[in-house]
């Protein structure tokens, strides 16, 4: 993606607002689930918008412009507001993977109505990559990210709150690991991510 500030300076631009909508809408729907199931915490806090200067973190937006990982601001949820503490936590757990999902989908098929391998399409292409990248790596399950939410399900409470207590430099340390070392299981996940791209554009 960065290679196209010299190639294509106003293409890297509209990649850089995809990216910035992407992680908006990603927080805007777990503060949208959270409140529809009782909790309005995250709408008091001022996080039920897609105003991208309400969810973004700064950390978590240059991480995915530099290492191809990142993350939104946390939305703040308080599951006991919800009448199925479990359950909310899930829903609203996996609301921002799923939202990711839905905009690659619509803008893939998108794609298929622009020509070929058009620089337009190759815009597109590289924001539907972005979401799909944005669903699955916010489904591992580290603090801040999504995941930890489904796996803090499985664990005690104090469990759960040590997880999250460490789970930022776990986090950071995951980054620059699979970032500085040959990670076959990277290469992996990288060409899955490629191919889903690839299976729902017409690039």
């Known amino acids: 993606m960065l290679e196209l500030i010299q190639t294509s300076p106003l293409a890297f631009l509209v990649i850089i607002g995809g990216l910035i909508i992407a992680l908006a809408f990603?927080?805007?729907?777990?503060?949208f689930v959270a409140y529809k199931l009782g909790d309005?915490?995250?709408?008091?806090?001022?996080?039920?918008?897609?105003n991208p200067l309400k969810h973004l973190d700064p950390f978590g937006t240059l991480?995915?412009?530099?290492?191809?990982?990142?993350?939104?601001?946390?939305?703040?949820?308080?599951p006991r507001?919800?009448?199925?503490p479990a359950v909310g936590n899930l829903l609203v757990a996996l609301a921002g993977p799923a939202t990711n999902i839905l905009i690659a989908l619509v803008l893939g098929g998108i794609t298929f109505l622009l020509p070929p391998n058009s620089l337009l399409t190759l815009v597109i292409s590289t924001v539907v990559y972005i979401n799909i990248l944005l669903a699955f790596f916010n489904l591992l399950?580290?603090?801040?990210?999504?995941?930890s939410k489904i796996l803090g399900l499985f664990l005690s409470e104090e469990s759960a709150y040590e997880l999250e207590r460490?789970?930022?430099?776990?986090?950071?340390v995951f980054i620059l690991l699979v970032n500085t070392t040959s990670s076959t299981l990277l290469l992996q996940f990288l060409n899955l991510v490629n191919r889903l791209t690839n299976l729902i554009t017409a690039f």
């Open 63 to 78: 991480a995915l412009i530099f290492f191809r990982f990142g993350w939104g601001k946390p939305v703040p949820v308080n």
């Open 141 to 147: 399950p580290i603090p801040p990210l999504d995941g």
């Open 81 to 84: 507001n919800f009448k199925n």
């Open 40 to 50: 309005s915490t995250a709408k008091m806090a001022g996080r039920l918008t897609v």
């Open 26 to 31: 990603h927080e805007a729907a777990h503060a």
């Open 166 to 172: 460490i789970g930022p430099m776990i986090l950071l």
